[in-house]
């Protein structure tokens, strides 16, 4: 969990992914659009990702990518991240945290 907090302090937005998810894919895309520069962590292609992974698990994330980090919080996977955008509350949230100055 340490690790977790760690890195999501890491930068304004963090997204925990695996390299081979299509809505990982989505979310990164959404966000770049918006002009996100994210830390990304693809968790199968890193070291441990498998044990971040789990940890990812046992904060309610089911499945456990994409997790989506804006301003050190979790914010939820792909339904949460499209919901925010629906409801124009996602480029607020962004800004606030300091992933976009627009």
């Known amino acids: 969990m340490d690790r977790i907090n760690r ?7 963090v997204i925990f992914s695996r390299s081979s998810c299509c809505m990982c894919h989505t979310v ?7 002009g996100v520069n994210p830390v990304v962590h693809e968790l199968d292609e890193i070291p441990r990702g498998r044990e971040i992974e789990q940890a990812l ?3 309610g994330r089911s499945p456990p990518v994409p ?3 804006i301003g050190g919080e979790l914010v ?12 124009q509350s996602l480029v607020p949230r962004l800004r606030q945290a300091g992933a976009i100055w627009v």
Not at 28 to 34: G, I, R, T, V, Y
Not at 76 to 87: A, C, I, P, Y
């Open 7 to 13: 890195m999501v302090s890491e930068r304004p937005v």
């Open 28 to 34: 990164k895309m959404l966000l770049s659009e918006f």
């Open 57 to 59: 698990s046992r904060l």
């Open 67 to 69: 997790a989506v980090f």
């Open 76 to 87: 939820g996977g792909t339904n949460e991240v499209m919901s925010l955008h629906l409801n």
